[in-house]
């Protein structure tokens, strides 16, 4: 009997089919490096948007700080008159030669208070330490003393002191910078001045213009603060 041997046909893996060895681990190897490349990417991002994020905050807390505007007008503050006795150091009763500017200054003595710095320089005349004094004194929360009469002669502007007035502002720190009242009042008293004496706010100036001497502190580290005081002092007088 004849008999049928079919054991049927095999057919041979096509290439595809084939699995050669370690083509899996190649395969999984890609992934994980196209998986970190694209992390690497993210995060690239991320820090450049941090870094950007963290720049414009910077910029922000910068104009927050120096952007001031204050709705004041140029009409005469509030103004508690405690005027220095007359004596050789600190009120020496000469008359001005009449006014030409209004001449800002610092305490550079952070904390200090208005009253504290107009009974410094009335003590003046027992210490003798040395002279120095101002027609007024800004304090800590926006109250105006006045040592020394517009008409006459303040201890503070050096070659200046003949021909202008000279406002002292009190500060909390070291770096000279303001409070919000202080500011205000300052903006206020320099605007009334200005007007009461027929000046524009380009009469106003600092110590440090007289001088060189970094006074007022913030006002002369910091130009664009002073420029901005000035037109908030020109702002107020075009209240009026």
Not at 160 to 188: K, M
Not at 194 to 213: A, M, N, P
């Amino acid at each position: 009997m004849a008999m049928n041997s079919y054991r049927g046909k095999r057919t041979p893996k096509t290439r595809t089919q084939q699995k050669k060895p370690g083509s899996a681990k190649r395969a999984n190897h890609t992934k994980s490096a196209r998986a970190r490349q694209q992390k690497m990417r993210y995060m690239r991002a991320g820090i450049l948007i941090l870094a950007a994020l963290s720049i414009l905050l910077a910029v922000r807390m910068i104009f927050a700080q120096d952007g001031r505007s204050v709705s004041v007008d140029a009409s005469e503050p509030e103004i508690d008159v405690q005027l220095l006795d007359v004596n050789p150091y600190s009120r020496p009763g000469i008359q001005s030669d009449g006014i030409n500017g209004i001449v800002i200054h610092y305490t550079a003595n952070p904390g200090s208070t208005a009253q504290e710095n107009r009974d410094y320089f009335n003590g003046l005349q027992y210490s003798q330490e040395t002279e120095a004094s101002s027609n007024f004194i800004v304090g800590l929360d926006g109250e105006i003393i006045q040592c020394v009469p517009t008409w006459e002669v303040a201890y503070a502007s050096n070659e200046r002191n003949n021909d202008t007035v000279s406002i002292e502002v009190c500060h909390p720190s070291e770096d000279g910078y303001f409070t919000d009242e202080t500011y205000r009042s300052l903006v206020q008293l320099t605007a009334w001045l200005c007007v009461k004496f027929g000046l524009t706010e380009e009469s106003v100036i600092r110590h440090y213009d007289v001088t060189g001497k970094i006074c007022p502190k913030y006002f002369v580290e910091h130009e664009n603060a002073w420029t901005e005081f000035r037109e908030n002092v020109a702002a107020a007088m075009a209240r009026t």
